[in-house]
């Protein structure tokens, strides 16, 4: 499909489009009006044949950044992507808008890797899906140097960075791209880097004439959350029942264990849950994955080894019972809710215990000096995020070195409700003298638990047998309760006034400790929030702050059953096709058409979202839909709200590299 085809087969010429053949193909094949941001550059710059380093967020809209310049530029389009296992998916969405689409992986057998091969070569695809693993093959090199090629475009590029999170070795070789097609334009794309990881993704890939788009990494409609950790698999089914029932969405835990726990207690409470880890067997994992691509209000519960390029528009929220390691990775995980624009949730438990353990980790996991200060400072900015008492979407575009507009976001926490500080320089103060007495009067190192009880003059039998009540400080905290100095040691871990040493997380002083002790420094801490009344949320919320983030809560009353309606015959398409409800139709484009009401073919064409192929394969399903609701004959529809059915619809029948072997 070159640019002659976009003029013969869009039914307009570009010409309607202000002679851009990228944006009548955006038009006719996806369609949509108009381009959004850099989207247009970026096309254009790749079209004319030039290289492109794209940083810009999930939900941007980087996917169409290389697949219309495939559409348009004469060959194939060779889509480098991390994970075979979603390769399926992203086929049949770019076939249901009648892109001819490929992929070629080790899931597949010898006759089907050879029906590909043979549609390449024949110059009948417009887009072909590798992994980075199978470029290593001298096949494979082969089998792209007897074809013709579009371009290369290379997605989740921040994987060939070591100072990223989700580097991956073979990314390293993709260098090889511009050594052996030198004309073949390359586009890297990815959703998170800072600038080290950006300037390594040039240096890596050996594109230093590539040209860099740098988005803004701002999700507006996320909202941001963080409460304190009480007890956080109830917090979680609070959180879930009140704000997000029924929606999809994804639970990210740090090992194992608390994966296969947290889902089995959701399931049980009622929420529909799957675990997704690295020690389930591929054939679970690939079930769970499959179900949460397909299934409405389905929740994975899983540990970082799921997400990376899961394309599931419709994801409400993802939650955190455990602090991520980076920024980066919280941005990354985060971002994977509300693709599609709708109002969306990222919530976080965040404790003293997670403070310690990613201290832990990082003191005793495998790497030398130089990898273990990269991850301290990548820890140090997570708690500083967590920590913060001003917008957090400010702190989290400051960290990608980009300005945030002045003022409060009005979607975060400290925005919705600014958090209370005091001078914690007193309390501090008998922290550190604490931890300095054990060590210095007695040769001992404790963990948070001893500090407490002995600040709070409890004779535990741990402190009667190290005679901890004999001490100076015992019993000098009593003004303070068990959570409050819990949270007062949290945030000196976090502002680097205490540090972690040893395998049982012991505390220890820094070099900063004693400016808070020789009181030439103060110390300014957020308030712990009060535990909630049993009428509010336990995640810190009344329930009465909290609106229904979901799509349908997003429309009018009047408009929900229509949408329903049409969710409910796209899931039916969905499971005729065996493909995800979103490849059929986006929620925001439902939600469109459900305000729109088009009557006609030609009017729901004008839906954004609607392209030439979606429209011929669907088109009179959805008329026959909102005719069906409207009680009016073939060629009458409502015209205006209150003639619309106001009637209730019926009811809806810690990973690391291993885990990436799942997706090769």
């Given at each position: ?6 003029m ?6 570009p ?20 381009f ?32 219309i ?15 075979i296992?979603?390769?399926?998916d ?14 070629v992986?080790s899931t597949q ?71 052996r ?10 959703a ?18 590539a040209?860099?788009f740098?988005?803004?990494f ?15 698999k ?19 835990c740090?090992s ?10 959701l ?8 675990p997704?880890?690295a020690g ?10 499959s ?10 519960v899983a ?13 409400r929220?993802?939650a955190?019972?455990?602090l ?33 353990q990613q201290?832990?980790l ?12 990269r ?6 900015a997570?708690?500083a ?17 980009q300005?945030?507009?002045?003022g ?13 500080t005091w001078?914690g320089t007193?309390?501090?103060q ?6 300095w007495?054990?060590?210095?009067e007695r040769r001992q ?39 409050e100095w819990r ?25 900063a ?23 509010r ?28 309606a ?17 490849v ?20 729901l ?5 609607v ?20 009680g ?13 059915p ?5 009811p ?7 885990d ?5």
């Amino acid at each position: 499909m070159d640019g002659t085809s976009v003029m013969t087969e869009a039914g307009v010429m570009p010409e309607a489009y202000g002679g851009s053949e990228a944006l009548a193909t955006l038009h006719r094949v996806f369609g949509y009006e108009a381009f959004r941001g850099e989207q247009e550059a970026i096309i254009e710059h790749v079209v004319a044949g030039g290289d492109a380093v794209v940083l810009m967020p999930t939900g941007g809209g980087k996917s169409l950044c290389y697949q219309i310049p495939a559409l348009v530029r004469p060959g194939t389009g060779v889509v480098v992507s991390p994970l075979i296992a979603l390769m399926q998916d992203q086929v049949d969405a770019l076939r249901a808008l009648g892109v001819r689409a490929g992929f070629v992986n080790s899931t597949q057998d010898f006759d089907e890797r050879r029906v590909v091969e043979a549609e390449f070569l024949a110059g009948e695809l417009d887009l072909l899906y590798l992994a980075p693993e199978r470029l290593r093959l001298e096949s494979t090199l082969d089998l792209l140097s007897r074809g013709k090629i579009s371009l290369f475009a290379i997605d989740e590029a921040h994987c060939v960075s070591q100072w990223g999170h989700d580097f991956r070795p073979d990314y390293l070789a993709l260098s090889l791209l511009g050594e052996r097609w030198p004309d073949v334009p390359r586009i890297a794309l990815t959703a998170t880097a800072t600038h080290a990881t950006h300037q390594e993704i040039t240096q890596r890939l050996n594109i230093p004439a590539a040209r860099h788009f740098v988005a803004s990494f701002d999700r507006p409609n996320i909202q941001y959350r963080i409460v304190p950790k009480a007890d956080p698999k109830k917090q979680l089914l609070s959180f879930l029942r009140e704000e997000h029932a029924g929606d999809a969405g994804i639970v990210y835990c740090l090992s194992r264990n608390s994966v296969e726990k947290t889902a089995e207690f959701l399931t049980r409470n009622g929420v529909e849950a799957v675990p997704y880890h690295a020690g389930l067997d591929a054939g679970t994992r690939a079930a769970h994955q499959s179900r949460f691509l397909r299934e409405d209000g389905l929740v994975v519960v899983a540990t970082i080894a799921f997400g990376m390029g899961i394309d599931k528009p419709d994801v409400r929220f993802v939650a955190h019972l455990d602090l991520p390691k980076s920024v980066e990775g919280y941005y990354q995980e985060t971002g994977r809710a509300g693709r599609d624009g709708l109002p969306s949730t990222a919530w976080m438990a965040y404790g003293l215990n997670d403070v310690i353990q990613q201290r832990k980790l990082i003191q005793s996991g495998e790497g030398d000096e130089a990898f273990r200060r990269r991850s301290q400072g990548h820890l140090d900015a997570m708690l500083a995020l967590c920590e913060t008492v001003h917008c957090r979407r400010g702190q989290l575009l400051a960290y990608f070195g980009q300005d945030a507009e002045a003022g409060a976001c009005g979607n975060c926490d400290t925005c919705l409700v600014p958090p209370d500080t005091w001078d914690g320089t007193i309390a501090a103060q008998k922290v550190l003298s604490t931890v300095w007495r054990l060590d210095r009067e007695r040769r001992q190192k404790f963990g948070a638990v001893q500090i407490v009880d002995i600040l709070l003059g409890r004779r535990t039998a741990k402190v009667i047998q190290f005679d901890h009540d004999q001490l100076s400080v015992f019993g000098i905290g009593e003004e303070l309760t068990e959570g409050e100095w819990r949270g007062v040691v949290r945030q000196l871990l976090a502002q680097g006034l205490l540090a972690v040493e040893g395998e049982y997380g012991t505390l220890v002083l820094t070099e900063a400790s004693g400016e808070v002790l020789g009181r030439k420094r103060e110390v300014p801490l957020r308030k712990e929030p009060k535990k909630p009344a049993a009428s509010r949320s336990s995640s810190g919320t009344a329930r009465s702050d909290r609106k229904p983030r979901t799509a349908a809560a997003e429309l009018p009353p009047e408009l929900a059953p229509a949408f329903e309606a049409l969710r409910a015959w796209r899931a039916e398409q969905a499971r005729e096709q065996g493909v995800p409800a979103y490849v059929i139709f986006h929620d925001a484009t439902l939600r469109e058409i459900a305000t729109v009401w088009p009557s006609t073919v030609a009017e729901l064409g004008g839906v954004s979202g609607v392209g030439e192929k979606k429209l011929a394969t669907y088109g009179e399903g959805v008329l026959g839909v909102l005719k069906s609701l409207s009680g009016t004959p073939d060629t009458a529809t409502p015209t205006t709200p209150d003639d619309w059915p106001q009637e209730e619809p019926e009811p809806e029948d810690h990973e690391g590299p291993e885990d990436w072997a799942a997706g090769i």
